[in-house]
């Protein structure tokens, strides 16, 4: 497995700010994944971030939206711009180890107010 | 698309008991893989088993077992003389790889209870 971290674990922000999510991870690794989970309901993937390249994403998400970075194989960034309360959620981040297994960081909780 | 069905969206059972989640999934790939994550209170996600389609053998890990009927697209989870940290929800996901890339599409989860 990987040890994974976030920052922050939680916020609270102000609509129409923009918030930074970091996701750290104790080993290299060529694949990371963004993935939102909106209260009481399951995880969908936002966007694969591959170092390197840029990240490819999901329907529905867009760039200007979600913003990432991938400047190492150990370290991503998210970005959530010009926020709005429905972008209330958890949102983790993860990678993957081997075998198409993930594993996930602890997760960043967002609150929008 | 693929998709991943959890008919049962919450179950609680008596501490030593033996439950089983259900989970059915939808695809035309013949090679895939199958997991359960668990999530509890922390929120952190947690890989409980996988499981791989070409293989028949139904995967183990210590209190935990799947029933893996391919034909019928199930892949349901038994966990063994359950125990009051097996409480969270537990989430069936399916990974679909097209080109090489890979997408894990989980189900809407179960919110198991484990009673004392």
């Known amino acids: 497995s990987a040890v994974i971290s976030q920052k922050p674990s939680r916020d609270i922000c102000q609509r129409g700010t923009s918030l930074t999510i970091q996701c750290q991870v104790d080993?290299?690794?060529?694949?990371m994944f963004w993935y939102r989970q909106q209260p009481g309901q399951s995880l969908t993937l936002i966007a694969t971030?591959?170092?390197?390249?840029?990240?490819?994403?999901e329907s529905g998400f867009v760039i200007d939206k979600f913003p990432i970075s991938r400047p190492n194989l150990t370290f991503s960034t998210l970005t959530v711009s010009n926020m709005s309360p429905e972008d209330s959620s958890i949102y983790l981040c993860s990678v993957e180890i081997h075998g198409y297994e993930q594993y996930f960081g602890p997760g960043t909780r967002l609150t929008v107010t | 698309a693929q998709t991943v069905t959890q008919s049962q969206p919450e179950m609680s059972v008596q501490e030593a008991e033996t439950v089983t989640l259900s989970c059915t999934y939808d695809?035309?790939?013949?090679?895939?893989?199958l997991f359960w994550y668990k999530q509890p209170p922390s929120r952190q996600m947690i890989l409980v088993i996988r499981q791989e389609a070409y293989k028949q053998q139904n995967a183990t890990e210590n209190r935990f077992s799947v029933n893996f009927q391919k034909a019928a697209k199930s892949f349901s989870l038994k966990i063994s003389d359950s125990q009051l940290g097996d409480t969270a929800m537990y989430f069936c996901?399916?990974?679909?790889?097209?080109?090489?890339?890979?997408?894990?599409?989980f189900g809407q989860g179960t919110r198991l209870t484990i009673n004392p």
């Open positions: 996901a399916f990974i679909q790889v097209i080109q090489g890339a890979q997408k894990l599409v």
């Open positions: 695809t035309s790939e013949s090679n895939y893989y």
């Open positions: 080993s290299q690794v060529t694949m």
């Open positions: 971030a591959n170092q390197g390249s840029e990240a490819t994403y």
